[in-house]
């Protein structure tokens, strides 16, 4: 059984949470090089072997997260760029380019 911690000075408890986030940080770090590794693996058996490939599968899946997401993902588009138009519009007033077309 451990001892219980001591409470300890400010600066050793900032080094704890910098250690501690530089232990998530690797780990986080090393799941995504697991990922990748397991996709590149995958990925060579597959252009070894593509007879194994379940075409059916893979293309429903294209149709899901491609085809059937360009609704969300124009209007999406649609409310970003008002928000730049938006901003835009406010950043060209404050350096005098307003909207005075009279002469």
Partial sequence: MRPPARAGS???????????????????????LDFVGMVLIRGGLLAANPQKMRWTAFSRHIEQTGFNALPIIGLMSFLIGLVIVQQGAYQLKRFGAGRSWST
């Fill in 10 to 32: 400010a600066f050793v408890q900032q080094v704890a949470l910098i250690g501690r986030a530089t232990v998530a940080i690797v780990q986080n770090f090393g799941q995504f």
